[in-house]
Each structure stands twice: as structure tokens, then as C-alpha cells.
């Protein structure tokens, strides 16, 4: 019994250190988890925008020809001055779209609204010979003009993407005035009173064609990008009439109703980017 005792108090002597060791050890816990990594902000084509334009426009009526009618219907009737318009001319406007961007490729709608200025002058004074007159007139005096007049378009845009730039092409439909007007006068030799044609009409009013161009466009951020552009706009063919003695003596004027746009423009963008991208490990 004595060595029973004996032995139990020399194993808790020996044992109580390790006992006190252990307690003393730290405890171990998880370790936290790792903190998410946030990528910067994707930025995304898709979305509304509003902006304008400014550029300057070519216009048509190239080569026109007046085609002699009533007393004078024939070819070497005709009043040909030669080339003439497509003067350079001030446009500028306002436009809104919508973009949507699948992968690298962008599809959108786009509609503008313009103001060109005048241009397209064609005036002087040409001979008259061969038309008839003979020496008592020998010749006219043209003077016509193209009033400032407004145009819009609607069109479709499709292009890929490179990073923050697009090219694109577009197309759809274009309306606008046709807004010009002018006077022949034959004028007299010898005494011989000068012959003034009126303009009668057939060539003013709004009309719908057709727009077909292409651009570049860069995003300087999440919502401001700027643009260069190219547009051809057709507005078809109007005639306008000179007439004097109440028709019996009458010319017609074919005018090519045509524009070539070249301008930059600033849109702003609604939505910024498509929101940051969380990644955990």
C-alpha cells in the first residue's frame, strides 16, 4: 500500500510540468479567407447616347442643263453653262442612338437632325448661240442659288470593336428640303429688250432618300466618345421650271439632290461601364 502510494505521488511530480506545458501551447484556428480581387470596370458599347455634329458638305447639281421647251424644243436649244455647283457649305446637328454590343461586334440605331447652309451657287452670263436667238440676243444671264434648308436620316449601324474603338458602316433612310430657286434672263443686243424666264416652281419642297457611310468612333472614357464620319446623302432629282409668254417659251432645270458629308461629332453615353468583376481564390 505504501509503494502503491509512493509511486502515485512520483508520476504526479513528473507529470504536472507537462501538464502546465501544455496549457500554456496557443491555440490554432482557421485562417482567414483571402480578400476578393475587383478588376477594373469593362467598358461596354451598349447603351443610349446624345450628342452633335459639325462638318462641312459638297453638294450636287453638277453639269446642269437647261432643256428648252415650247418654241425651242430642241437639243441645240438647250442652255448648257457647264460644270457648276458643288460648293463647300457649313452642316451641323444633333443626334441620339442606341448601341448593343454582343462580344466584339456592336449593332445600333442612330437618328440626326441638320442644318446646312447655302451653297451650290450657279451664276453667270453664257452665250446663247446656237439655240436661235441670233445676234439680237445673244445671250443669258443665269442666276440660282440653294438656300439654307434642313435634313435628317434614320439609320442602321453595325461594326467591330477594337478595345475602346468601333468602325462601323451605316445606311437607312434620309429626308430633307429641297430649297433652291433663280432666274434666266436672255439678254438683248441692239435695242432688243431682255428676255427674263420666271422660275414657275417644281423644285422646292421636303423629299426622302437614302444615306450610305462608314466612321470611326473612340471612347475617351465610360461615357464621352468622339467620332469621324462620312455620309453620302441622295435626295433624288427635281426639276424646276423658267418659263416666260405663259409657257410658250419655257426651260427645265434637272437638279441632283445630292450631299457629301464629312464631319466629327461628340456623343455622351448613359450607363458608364458594365460594373466591376469580382475573382476569389
Known amino acids: 500500500m505504501i509503494r502503491i502510494a509512493r509511486n502515485a505521488a512520483i508520476f504526479l511530480t513528473l507529470a504536472a510540468p507537462t501538464v502546465a506545458m501544455a496549457a500554456d501551447l496557443p491555440r490554432r484556428t482557421a485562417a482567414p479567407p483571402p480578400a476578393p480581387i475587383i478588376a477594373a470596370p469593362i467598358f461596354t458599347w451598349t447603351g443610349f447616347y446624345v450628342g452633335g455634329t459639325l462638318g462641312v458638305a459638297f453638294g450636287g447639281n453638277n453639269s446642269p442643263v437647261f432643256t428648252a421647251g415650247g418654241l425651242f424644243p430642241t437639243p441645240n436649244s438647250n442652255l448648257v453653262p457647264g460644270k457648276g455647283g458643288g460648293n463647300a457649305a457649313f452642316t451641323g ?39 436661235g436667238y441670233g445676234a439680237a440676243y445673244p445671250s443669258y444671264t443665269l442666276s440660282g442659288f440653294d438656300r ?119 456623343n455622351y453615353k448613359f450607363g458608364g461601364a458594365a460594373g466591376p468583376v469580382f475573382a476569389r481564390y
Open 148 to 266: 439654307g434648308r434642313w435634313y435628317g436620316t434614320l439609320r442602321a449601324r453595325a461594326g467591330v470593336t477594337f478595345d475602346r474603338a468601333l468602325i462601323y458602316a451605316t445606311g437607312g433612310l434620309a429626308y430633307g428640303e429641297v430649297n433652291g430657286g433663280g432666274a434666266v434672263v436672255v439678254n438683248g443686243a441692239g435695242g432688243f429688250p431682255p428676255v427674263p424666264f420666271g422660275n414657275v416652281g417644281g423644285g422646292r419642297g421636303w423629299r426622302a432618300g437614302w444615306v450610305l457611310g462608314g466612321g470611326v468612333e473612340y471612347a475617351i472614357n465610360n461615357n464621352l466618345t468622339v467620332k469621324a464620319e462620312y455620309l453620302h446623302v441622295d435626295l433624288g432629282k427635281t426639276t424646276s421650271i423658267y418659263a416666260f409668254g405663259g409657257g410658250a417659251l419655257n426651260y427645265r432645270l434637272r437638279n441632283t439632290n445630292t450631299d457629301n458629308i464629312v464631319r466629327v461629332g461628340l
Open 93 to 131: 446637328g444633333i443626334q441620339a442612338g442606341y448601341n448593343w454590343q454582343v462580344n466584339q461586334f456592336v449593332y445600333g440605331l442612330e437618328t440626326d437632325l441638320n442644318y446646312r447652309a447655302g451653297g451650290n451657287r450657279l451664276n453667270g452670263t453664257y452665250p446663247t448661240n446656237p439655240i
